[in-house]
């Protein structure tokens, strides 16, 4: 047990220290601002303050965990060995960064709360946040400061027990369009003849033809291929689905089709099932509230994984809205047009209410991105992405996730990188 010494214990501080100390490294920690109490401990002790007591590991604060609300923070990020630091520290301290305060800052997702400006769909874009601009999206830094902060720690504490963690892969599948042709109803087919008949597109109108007239299987039907690679693997899955309506007209279909249903039912035989809540239900709650409602009658199970359509967190309020419903855990933190770690870690974190000052039970799991952002590149330029990525997570023993579609394993000479990422594990690592 690490015993940490501050003048003020805070929500924020709490927060930032648990995450480092005991969701990444595995240590418990705990706090006290009674000085004889840190003296008379015997174990590893840290004091987070101004000045250092005496002979303790000392990490000097920088004032944002002890601070409410929020506002412009002036910050210079600046190379620290292999990766980055921000909120600079004195000589006196044992860090040269507050590491605390500066995993709060993107944990909490600080800059987002601030004035900006949104995208079409009223967004935060990558290229507004701080990652972006000063070049670290591609690094789990928090996770990298923990690791740091660790081998520091034990050379000062011998004694420290730090828990070995292990890097896994975690695999996300949107199957928000489960079909190309299948399931649509006649008003989409028509529109779909109707438009490829204007493109002279006659492969897909061949395609359409007979998938409708069921002498070919739909092309973005690859659950058969999914249900193989579960069967034969350790590695965790979870395949969300879609029961509101689509973003566009073309993009919904049926989602009360026996057909559909029984795909829902087939998938969670087999691994967890989650759900996307559409993009139509996002400013009516009751609307949310029936879609998981459905998804429950469905599967018979609690809906305990979520993804927002489009990525549209809009914080705070659709993460409260996820706290009404009783939502477990929700894997919408990722950007839509950029990869990498949109609140700089690879690990699971809860989400903290900056309005309210509060930590809430929900768990945000942290999306490298999505294969939509790639959609145009060749496999000679995502692969490398993806590898360094990977990579980047490996060596902090994170968790690796990324969303793919169902569409992606359409067998392809195009997909093969896709497929292969799913199937080169067969358990995890």
């Not at 709490?14 to 480092?20: L, M, S």
């Not at 890097?167 to 087919?189: E, T």
Request: a neutral charge; aromatic letters at 14%.
């Amino acid at each position: 047990m690490l015993l940490v010494h501050t003048q003020k214990i805070t929500h924020r501080l709490d927060y930032a220290f648990k995450h480092i100390c005991t969701r990444i490294l595995g240590v418990k920690v705990e706090f006290t601002s009674v000085i004889e109490e840190f003296i008379a401990h015997q174990g590893p002790k840290l004091s987070y303050g101004k000045q250092p007591m005496g002979n303790e590991f000392f990490v000097q604060s920088h004032g944002l965990l002890t601070e409410q609300g929020f506002d412009d923070v002036d910050i210079s990020v600046m190379e620290w060995d292999d990766t980055i630091g921000f909120f600079p520290t004195s000589g006196k301290s044992h860090l040269p960064f507050d590491i605390f305060s500066a995993a709060f800052y993107l944990l909490s997702r600080y800059e987002e709360y601030l004035p900006q400006v949104k995208d079409e769909l009223g967004r935060y874009t990558a290229k507004q946040s701080l990652a972006y601009k000063k070049g670290f999206l591609d690094k789990p830094v928090v996770d990298q400061w923990a690791y740091k902060f660790a081998k520091l720690l034990q050379s000062h504490y011998a004694d420290v027990d730090l828990p070995q963690r292990n890097f896994r892969i975690h695999h996300l599948v949107d199957a928000s369009r489960p079909f190309s042709y299948a399931q649509r109803g006649p008003l989409r087919n028509i529109g779909g003849y109707a438009r490829d008949l204007i493109k002279f597109r006659l492969k897909k109108i061949a395609d359409r033809t007979r998938v409708l007239l069921k002498l070919r299987k739909d092309p973005y039907n690859t659950f058969s291929w999914i249900v193989n690679v579960l069967k034969q693997t350790e590695v965790k899955f979870t395949v969300f689905f879609l029961l509101g309506d689509g973003f566009t007209f073309r993009e919904s279909f049926n989602t009360k089709r026996e057909k559909f249903r029984m795909l829902i039912k087939l998938i969670g035989d087999y691994t967890e099932v989650g759900l996307i809540f559409s993009f139509h239900s996002l400013d009516r709650f009751e609307e949310l509230k029936d879609e998981k409602k459905r998804m429950e009658e469905l599967t018979h199970r609690e809906v305990t994984s979520t993804m927002i359509a489009k990525s549209l967190i809009a914080l705070p309020n659709r993460y409260r809205d996820l706290l009404e419903l009783e939502v477990q855990s929700d894997y919408s933190m990722f950007y839509e047009d950029t990869l990498g770690f949109r609140a700089g870690t690879c690990t699971p974190f809860l989400f903290y209410d900056l309005d309210y000052e509060i930590k809430t039970p929900l768990i945000v799991h942290p999306v490298i991105g999505s294969t939509c952002i790639l959609e145009n590149n060749s496999r000679s330029e995502i692969q490398p992405q993806i590898d360094a990525l990977k990579d980047s997570i490996s060596k902090v023993n994170g968790i690796f996730s990324m969303f793919l579609s169902n569409k992606d394993f359409i067998s392809s000479r195009e997909n093969s990188y896709w497929r292969s990422l799913v199937t080169e594990h067969s358990t995890e690592t």
